[in-house]
C-alpha cells in the first residue's frame, strides 16, 4: 500500500490496512511496508518564511499606516496553536536544523493503534530559535531497504512535502539543551507540539 500523505497519517492508512488486514491477509502474509516510522526534527525557519506565516509587530505597524486602522492587537492572535506548513523538500532543507531527528513513534502496521499520543525529547545540536518541528517518516520495506523523507537525506528525492508544524511559543535554545515533542494522532488528524526547554 502507499496510502501515505504529507502528514503520514493523513491518508487514514491505520484505518484502511487494519481493515485488510483483519478481512484478506492469511497469516503468513508479507505486509509492504510492515512498519512506518514517524521522526520529528527541530528547526529554525527563514526569517522572511516565518514572517510570511505570523503577525510580526514591523508587519503590523506597516499594514496600520496604510490602512488607517490600528491592527496591533492581532499580534496576540497571532498563533493560538500549532499550525502546519507543507514545504517541498527542496525549501525544508534551506530552514536551519537545530536537532537530529528523533521518533516520535514506531508503527507496526500488521496491529496499527487507534489513536496516537506520545513524547519524546529532541537535543539541541546547535543554538536557534525553535520556530517549529519537522515530520518525516520512513517506511520499511524490507529487512534491507527503507523509503525516508527526510529532505537532509541524499536519498529523499520524494514527491512528498515535508510538514513543517509552525508554534506558538518559539522558544530559544542553547546547544545541549533538551526540548520535549508532542506528536498526537486521532480522528485523521495529526498534530506536533513543542513543549519548552530545559
Given amino acids: 500500500t502507499e496510502t501515505f500523505g504529507n502528514e503520514p ?4 492508512v491505520l484505518a484502511y490496512v487494519g ?13 509492504v511496508p510492515s512498519e512506518l516510522r514517524i521522526l520529528g526534527r527541530l528547526v529554525q525557519l527563514q526569517d522572511p518564511i516565518l514572517a510570511a506565516h505570523i503577525f510580526h509587530p514591523d508587519q503590523l ?4 499606516a496604510s490602512y488607517g486602522i490600528e491592527l496591533a492587537p492581532l499580534a496576540d492572535l497571532a ?21 537530529e531527528a528523533v521518533e516520535l513513534c514506531r508503527i507496526d502496521l500488521r496491529q496499527p ?17 525553535v520556530d517549529g518541528a519537522m515530520v518525516l517518516f520512513e517506511l520499511t520495506l524490507s529487512d534491507q531497504h527503507t523509503l525516508t523523507t527526510d529532505p537532509i537525506t ?9 510538514p513543517m508544524w509552525l508554534q ?12 520535549e ?16 526547554a530545559g
Fill in 113 to 129: 493503534p487507534a489513536r496516537i499520543d506520545v513524547t519524546s525529547t529532541a537535543v539541541a545540536m546547535a543554538p536557534g530559535r
Fill in 9 to 12: 497519517l493523513g491518508e487514514q
Fill in 19 to 31: 481493515d485488510a488486514v483483519r478481512r484478506l491477509l492469511t497469516p503468513d502474509a508479507r505486509l
Fill in 61 to 64: 505597524q506597516s499594514w496600520s
Fill in 168 to 179: 506558538p511559543q518559539r522558544p530559544v535554545v542553547a546547544q545541549g539543551e533538551t526540548v
Fill in 181 to 196: 515533542l508532542r506528536y498526537s494522532f486521532e480522528g485523521g488528524r495529526g498534530r506536533v507540539e513543542v513543549r519548552g
Fill in 79 to 99: 498563533l493560538m496553536s500549532p499550525r502546519a506548513l507543507m514545504l517541498r523538500p527542496d525549501e525544508a532543507r534551506t530552514h536551519t536544523a537545530l536537532s
Fill in 154 to 162: 541524499p536519498t529523499a528525492a520524494t514527491h512528498w512535502r515535508v
